[in-house]
């Protein structure tokens, strides 16, 4: 079944570490996208990748870091300079093609707490 | 700025209470009106996309409408299993650094239906 894997599911950090959630897509998207969602606010973007190689800071950039060195892999690195953490982060990918993008599929999540 | 706005916050019915969730949008050239369904600990998957407005899309008991401002989503005669958060999102023509459309999500609609 194609699809969106995110791993860990939870995951706990500790002051001053740096942690890195996965993403895998074997979709064949080209793009993909990492949100962060808090109670009570939407979904804000944080990097999103349009192709291999290439990556954008999205909103909320500070503190996080990506790469993308294979098509279907888009890792996101918490930082230690992430102040604030603690939140449900979800990897999405669309297909890009034609005016505009497809609807975005997503992954099932990944819960970081800070410890 | 794009703006996605949801009502209501939380919304309780009755089974077989039908209802309806609100999606008020102002962004610049809708390329596409989303809506996801979002259980508690997962990500977001998908259930509609509307491009123009005066169409609409149905599955099972949901049925997705648009308007030139808003889009609603009309659930018939509700089950408990639709309990969930209904997200809505907007893509515009704002194109992004490194290409893509530009995708805001609103807070959601948390469902819970009773017996």
């Known amino acids: 079944d194609g699809g969106i894997t995110q791993s860990p599911k939870y995951l706990f950090r500790k002051e001053g570490q740096n942690v890195t959630l996965s993403c895998e897509q074997n979709l064949n998207h080209d793009a993909m996208y990492w949100y962060r969602q808090d109670p009570g606010q939407g979904l804000r973007l944080i990097y999103y990748?349009?192709?291999?190689?290439?990556?954008q800071k999205g909103d909320i950039a500070e503190g996080y870091s990506v790469s993308r060195e294979k098509k279907e892999s888009f890792p996101l690195t918490v930082t230690s300079a992430q102040k604030n953490p603690t939140a449900f982060y979800l990897c999405?990918?669309?297909?890009?093609?034609?005016?505009?993008?497809?609807?975005?599929?997503f992954g099932q999540g990944t819960r970081l707490t800070v410890v | 700025e794009d703006q996605v706005t949801q009502s209501p916050e939380a919304l309780r019915l009755q089974e077989g209470e039908s209802s309806s969730l609100n999606c008020s949008y102002t962004?610049?050239?809708?390329?596409?009106l989303f809506w996801y369904r979002q259980d508690p600990g997962k990500g977001p998957e998908f259930l509609f996309t509307?491009?123009?407005a005066g169409e609409e899309k149905e599955k099972e008991r949901l049925k997705a409408t648009l308007t030139k401002k808003e889009s609603f989503l009309h659930i018939t005669a509700p089950k408990p299993e639709d309990s969930a958060t209904y997200l809505c999102?907007?893509?515009?023509?704002?194109?992004?650094?490194?290409?893509?459309?530009?995708?805001?999500f609103g807070t959601g609609t948390q469902l819970k239906v009773e017996l």
């Open positions: 990748s349009q192709i291999v190689n290439d990556f």
């Open positions: 962004v610049s050239g809708l390329r596409g």
């Open positions: 999102a907007a893509r515009s023509r704002m194109v992004l650094t490194g290409g893509g459309n530009k995708l805001t």
């Open positions: 509307l491009y123009s």
């Open positions: 999405a990918s669309t297909h890009v093609g034609g005016n505009t993008d497809t609807e975005a599929f």
